[in-house]
């Protein structure tokens, strides 16, 4: 697995959203600005992030965005599924293209590093990136 801009991107914004809600809806704009991500790059990725039901959009003057959740209920795993991200380390996705039609020697090793990667991205919340990054004094 290769972690594309898409899922750190999608990530980074929608830590920038739990971590800067004031009550009110923010604006892609907004957190465009902050994070130095394209305007267009978020409207595809937030598009994506709705449909999965992690953030709710309020439309019209004023509007923008809430994450759909609170961040302790939101993991890393299910934003990077949201943009479409395969969190999987083996090149051939299963047997049939793996070696001749033969699984590979380093087959079962991916996996299990794979499996490691999603427990891990799964273990972890918005929530508590947020508080570790405050705890560390970075804010």
């Known amino acids: ?3 594309t801009t898409k899922g750190r991107y999608a990530v980074t914004a929608m830590l920038d959203l739990a971590s ?3 009550g009110k809806p923010t604006t892609l704009d907004i957190i465009s600005q902050r ?3 394209s305007l267009s790059y978020l409207e595809q990725l937030f598009s994506k992030l709705r449909r999965a039901n992690l ?3 309020v439309r019209g003057p004023g509007g923008g965005y809430f994450l759909d959740a609170k961040a302790k209920d939101i993991n890393l795993a299910q934003i990077i599924e949201a943009v479409d991200e395969n969190i999987d380390l083996r090149r ?3 047997f049939r293209g793996c ?3 033969r699984q ?3 087959h079962q090793l991916w996996c299990e590093v794979s499996q490691q990667i999603r427990t891990f991205l ?3 919340t918005l929530q508590m990136v947020i508080d570790n990054y405050e705890i560390k004094g970075i804010k």
């Open 1 to 3: 697995m290769q972690l």
């Open 20 to 22: 800067n809600e004031t």
């Open 35 to 37: 994070q130095n991500i």
């Open 55 to 57: 953030v709710k959009s």
């Open 92 to 94: 051939c996705k299963g």
């Open 99 to 101: 070696n001749k039609g």
């Open 104 to 106: 590979c020697v380093s």
């Open 122 to 124: 799964h273990d972890k």
